[in-house]
């Protein structure tokens, strides 16, 4: 099992940047795939990039490919989500999430809410025009 925690979400104006943390708890960090879903108001949740175990491959939804960097330090059990020119279509809830993904297909299946059993609670972005 796991439990991860977000923290750094705030208000910001356009063209800022911020960095979005995830405190991921478990035994074994390096055992779960890590991914930033966003979700905001009267929109359905919607994924913004993930990280393998290791960190070896990153994806990113096309909307914040180049502008968001994804990255993870196990020894630290963290995560992060570097957030660069930042647009008012940004503001959200961000949450972070865990799960193994063991099986196939996991680079299709790392994209799905669905696929994620352990979730933060979610930080709030505001981005300001």
């Known amino acids: 099992q796991a439990q991860v925690a977000e923290s750094g979400g705030t208000l910001v104006q356009a063209g800022g940047s911020l960095k979005l943390s995830c405190a991921v708890s478990a035994l074994n960090v390096g055992g779960y795939v890590v991914a930033w879903f966003r979700q905001a108001p009267g929109e359905e949740r919607e994924f913004v990039a993930c990280?393998?175990?290791?960190?070896?491959?990153?994806f990113y939804a096309d909307s914040v490919e180049g502008r968001f960097t994804i990255s993870r330090d196990n020894g630290k059990a963290m995560v992060t989500l570097q957030m660069n020119d930042l647009k008012p279509e940004d503001t959200a809830v961000y949450y972070c999430?865990?799960?193994?993904?063991?099986?196939?297909?996991?680079?299709?299946?790392?994209?799905?809410?669905?696929?994620?059993?352990?979730w933060g609670q979610g930080t709030q972005v505001t981005v300001s025009s």
């Open positions: 990280i393998s175990w290791t960190g070896a491959t990153t």
């Open positions: 999430a865990a799960d193994t993904l063991s099986g196939i297909n996991w680079t299709t299946r790392s994209r799905r809410a669905g696929e994620y059993d352990y």
